[in-house]
């Protein structure tokens, strides 16, 4: 048995940003682990709707924490993200555009792949 994680498309994962840090372990990947009860699986494109949408919902994801190491995020930038929230805003109509080499295969147990396709980030297969 292989220990390569694969994303979505079927392809070894990629990993979605370093900078900012993201992903449970803040290694840059958005893998599936038992230990994440969040499922940082998702690696999405920020929009200004999704990060006002998450922090409407009580997730600040703009808002520098230096404390805890965090910038803040910006229209732009890559972000591993739960996936009930992601699934949660795409039901509000404020889901961030998904990088499919760079999500995990894991998500797959809610979504399908052509869901995902719809959301595909510009330049994503």
């Not at 958005?30 to 990060?51: K, Y």
């Not at 600040?60 to 803040?72: A, K, N």
């Not at 990088?99 to 979504?111: K, N, P, R």
Request: proline letters at 8%.
């Amino acid at each position: 048995m292989s220990d390569t994680e694969h994303n979505v498309v079927g392809g070894e994962l990629q990993p979605c940003s370093e900078s900012p840090e993201t992903g449970f372990l803040r290694d840059g990947n958005c893998r599936q682990l038992q230990r994440d009860p969040g499922r940082h699986e998702i690696c999405a494109v920020m929009t200004q709707d999704f990060l006002e949408y998450s922090r409407e919902q009580g997730n600040d994801l703009i808002t520098p924490r230096p404390e805890l190491d965090f910038p803040g995020l910006h229209p732009g930038d890559r972000w591993c993200v739960c996936l009930p929230r992601w699934v949660e805003a795409r039901e509000a109509g404020n889901a961030p555009p998904v990088v499919l080499e760079a999500t995990s295969e894991g998500v797959l147990d809610e979504l399908t792949v052509d869901e995902l396709r719809e959301y595909a980030a510009e330049g994503d297969k």
